[in-house]
């Protein structure tokens, strides 16, 4: 019997992954035409939109009736080559025409991040804790040309952070708040789970020096924190059991977020996030961030006016135009691409990471961002087979 049993076990354990496999194959392909802007692609892994890809290559979306999206190579951005050389493929190369016929072409676009690259995370010689000079990155001109014409036709976009924040100037900062009624505070954020710098090596120099220059030179934080930093170098500390609870972010979804989404109510954020104030006689917030603030936490906020909550996911789906914000660097998580050749793979996600972690960022995929962008998808499929 016992024999049986652990022959049976074997065979699962074989056959299932088998399957999976099999069905994904089986599983009819749909075209879904998505322009993907990433410009800040270090390494062909995409990983600045591996999340988009998982998700886009797991449902069987293609970019011609029988082509998958392929991630080193299906977006508009930086490309890296080999010994140091990269190629320049972005929207700048269009005239205004080729980014009219574009948006015409294009089902839906996703701007994944802007951010850019910079000499010293390019070049071996760089120091990559330091800033340094922008070898190519920021919300563009052209970028802008784009995304108005895409929503002058009705369709849907998506961005998140980093879309307006620096590099970008503020010229074009304040196009694109003003397209889509949702303003930039100036400020970011990010947990760490120690804010002592010689255990952390996770803390960027520069963090640390622009907070020195405004402290007499001092940085007094040993514990886990919470960290804000604007567009001028400002860079204000919430340290946990002094001006935090807890000073691990979570996203809180509203109800109607919870419906339409699948978002769970409540989901741990412990990576870079910017902090957003939506026009809400426009946009609509499914979910927000919340701080678990002590008194002191909520004076030092006050004093650099950043409001104790703002938004994670503000969208505007009206008969006039289509869009999303997500409010951090949503795409980008530590998942393998592998996994998403397997159909059914979400009943195993226990598997891929560790919810006791607060570091961890397997569970915001599977749990939030995953749910999120699968519903959206299916939803943007029905309009398209309906307008047939």
């Keep these: 019997m016992a024999k049986r049993i652990i022959g049976l076990l074997l065979f699962l354990i074989i056959a299932t992954p088998i399957i999976m496999w099999v069905t994904w ?14 410009k800040t692609v270090l390494t062909t892994k995409g990983q600045e939109h591996i999340s988009l890809g998982w998700i886009l290559n797991h449902n069987r979306y293609t970019k011609t009736s029988n082509k998958p999206y392929k991630i080193g190579e299906d977006y508009f951005g930086f490309f890296p080559l080999k010994d140091e050389k990269f190629r320049l493929k972005g929207l700048e190369r269009f005239t205004e025409d080729q980014l009219h016929k574009l948006s015409d072409d294009a089902d839906m676009v996703y701007f994944t991040d802007t951010y850019g690259i910079y000499n010293n995370e390019w070049y071996k010689q760089g120091d990559e804790g330091a800033q340094s000079g922008m070898l190519y990155g920021g919300l563009s001109n052209d970028d802008i040309i784009f995304l108005k014409a895409v929503k002058d036709r009705r369709k849907l976009i998506i961005t998140e952070f980093n879309t307006i924040g620096s590099p970008t100037r503020s010229d074009n900062r304040r196009k694109f708040e003003e397209l889509f009624q949702l303003y930039w505070t100036g400020w970011t954020g990010r947990y760490f789970n120690n804010l002592d710098p010689t255990k ?18 001092d940085w007094p934080f040993t514990r886990a ?29 509203t109800p109607e977020g919870q419906s339409k989404w699948h978002l769970p109510e409540r989901t741990k954020y412990p990576f ?23 008194p002191e936490g909520s004076k030092e906020l006050e004093k650099y006016s950043i409001p104790e909550t703002f938004p994670a996911i503000t969208r505007h789906l009206g008969d006039d135009y289509r869009f999303f914000y997500f409010s951090g660097d949503f795409s ?39 749910p999120m962008v699968t519903q959206i998808l299916e939803n943007e499929m029905k309009l398209i087979n309906q307008n047939q």
């Design 332 to 370: 980008d998580n530590p998942i393998k691409f592998n996994s998403s050749y397997f159909k059914g793979i979400g009943f195993f996600k226990g598997f891929f990471f560790d919810d006791r972690d607060p570091l961890e960022r397997g569970s915001f995929f599977w749990n939030f961002y995953k």
């Design 25 to 38: 194959l089986a599983t009819p392909k749909k075209k879904l035409v998505i322009a993907l802007v990433d």
């Design 272 to 294: 870079w996030f910017d902090v957003m104030i939506p026009n809400l006689e426009v946009n609509t917030v499914d979910a927000s961030y919340n701080l678990s603030l002590l």
């Design 225 to 253: 924190g919470l960290v804000f930093v604007n567009d001028s170098d400002q860079v204000v500390i919430l340290e946990e059991g002094t001006h935090v609870d807890n000073a691990l972010p979570y996203i809180h979804a």
């Design 200 to 217: 952390n090596l996770e803390i960027p120099r520069w963090l640390i020096e622009n907070y020195k220059k405004s402290h007499n030179g």
